[in-house]
Antibody
Framework: VQLVQSGAEVKKPGESLKISCKGS????????IGWVRQMPGKGLEWMGI????????RYSPSFQGQVTISADRSISTAYLQWSSLKASDTAMYYC?????????????WGQGTLVTVSS | QSALTQPPSASGSPGQSVTISCAGT?????????VSWYQQHPGKAPKLMIY???KWPSGVPDRFSGSKSGNTASLTVSGLQAEDEADYYC??????????FGGGTKLTVL
């Protein structure tokens, strides 16, 4: 059972970006996948979560409208995307499988994708 | 919603016990038994250590234990070992589409 994320990205402000998280070893459509941000030297922040089975998506109010979460269940992959990056989007982004009843238990984590936004 | 409040640091000698607190409100920690704890070593992804306040995921030693009183949850690490040195984060369901994390606590094994 694992989640494998796409590689590090270096982008300029204003550019778009889509990072991925591919699940394997389990039924990808049966578990919610969440996204968590960790800014440099800072703590964890919950961004949102998707149920690949029917693409039900819930966003943290803090990230609603700032990012888009999606999934392609045919290839067991979840995505996190930005339409116009800002320098403040520089962070490590983790995807994680949720096994709790209320988006509260992440038992499997991806290795993280480092996004650097700089002019 | 504000982040949950954790002490920035905690420490203990090998073999000792240390407790890390996670303070919230009646809308999050106090309102639900959905508190989890994660361990994060430098440069690594977080690892689930405790869920639903006091339950252990498979493979986590029972030296790690969780509890809750009112609006404050706690993680206790007994029999401290060198490999326990890491950052620890609590999280709590806070209703609707909200999961809150604490600011993190750096545990140092002296």
């Amino acid at each position: 059972v694992q989640l494998v994320q796409s590689g590090a990205e270096v982008k300029k402000p204003g550019e778009s970006l889509k990072i991925s998280c591919k699940g394997s070893g389990y039924s990808f459509t049966s578990y919610w996948i969440g996204w968590v941000r960790q800014m440099p030297g800072k703590g964890l922040e919950w961004m949102g979560i998707i149920y690949p089975g029917d693409s039900d998506i819930r966003y943290s109010p803090s990230f609603q409208g700032q990012v888009t979460i999606s999934a392609d269940r045919s290839i067991s992959t979840a995505y996190l995307q930005w339409s116009s990056l800002k320098a403040s989007d520089t962070a490590m982004y983790y995807c994680a499988r949720n096994v709790g009843n209320y988006f509260d238990v992440f038992d499997i984590w991806g290795q993280g994708t480092l996004v650097t936004v700089s002019s | 919603q504000s982040a949950l409040t954790q002490p920035p640091s905690a420490s203990g000698s090998p073999g000792q016990s240390v407790t890390i607190s996670c303070a919230g409100t009646s809308s999050d920690v106090g309102g639900y038994n959905y508190v989890s704890w994660y361990q994060q070593h430098p440069g690594k992804a977080p690892k689930l250590m405790i869920y639903e306040v006091s339950k252990w995921p498979s493979g986590v030693p029972d030296r790690f234990s969780g509890s809750k009183s009112g609006n404050t949850a706690s993680l206790t690490v007994s029999g401290l070992q060198a490999e326990d040195e890491a950052d620890y984060y609590c999280s709590s369901f806070a209703g609707s589409n909200i999961l809150l994390f604490g600011g993190g606590t750096k545990l140092t094994v002296l």
